[in-house]
């Protein structure tokens, strides 16, 4: 795993954690830029996708992130699936999509 491809998807990460995590509820439903869905949906889908990426990467079977109640959950849901990813030794492959992702979504918002 190369130290560049983790040090931009934790970057991309932080970028999206801090541009999201003081949104209020109201800021969280409003639609996406790309898309008809809410910017809560988007990022929970990148929650969806990035721990994806971890369970291929530790070879489990892939399971459903919880949509919780509260969309404030949602940068917190992130940075856990982001830690999971990088602690299971991805590939360059799965890095680099997760860090397509990342920016797509930060742009989407």
Known sequence: MEAAAVLEVARGVELL???VSHWQQPRWSAAASVGNVSRADLVHRLVQEIANLAADAEGQPRRVVPRLDNDLALPDQLRVVTADLLAADPSEEDLA????????TRTAL
């Not at 999509?97 to 797509?104: I, L």
């Open 17 to 19: 954690v801090r541009q």
């Open 97 to 104: 999509r997760a860090a397509t992702e990342v920016t797509a």
